[in-house]
Nanobody
């Protein structure tokens, strides 16, 4: 099993920024760099939606259109951590943000966008943007 723990959420005014972190660990956890990583979010009464994803080595990233240019995904494989820098926040960005790990190969980026494309999930961190 892989445990993912998100942190860095909070209450921020519109236009502000936050950096979310997701630390990976686990008894049977193999090398972090073998996992593709993604960030998703879920607003109240809405389905979980894709935000961003990054390949195992970090060389490629892909974003939802709604966050492109405002959010940046990155990873530090030496620290077993993936990050999501979120900037120019809008009230509609309010949601619980989840990180997820994908331990299989696949077609990039198509297979890395759906919720079902990931094997392990964190518990989420709340981001609330006030207007």
């Amino acid at each position: 099993q892989v445990q993912l723990v998100e942190s860095g959420g909070g209450l921020v005014q519109a236009g502000g920024s936050l950096r979310l972190s997701c630390a990976a660990s686990g008894r049977t956890f193999s090398t972090f760099s073998t996992y593709g990583m993604g960030w998703f979010r879920q607003a109240p009464a809405k389905a979980r939606e894709f935000v961003a994803t990054i390949t195992r080595g970090g060389s490629s990233t892909y974003y939802a259109d709604s966050v492109k240019g405002r959010f940046t995904i990155s990873r530090d494989n030496a620290k077993n951590t993936v990050y999501l820098q979120i900037s120019f926040l809008k009230p509609e960005d309010t949601a619980v943000y989840y990180c997820a790990a994908r331990g299989r190969g696949g077609l990039w980026p198509n297979d890395y966008v759906p919720v079902r494309g990931y094997d392990f999930w964190g518990q989420g961190t709340q981001v609330t943007v006030s207007s």
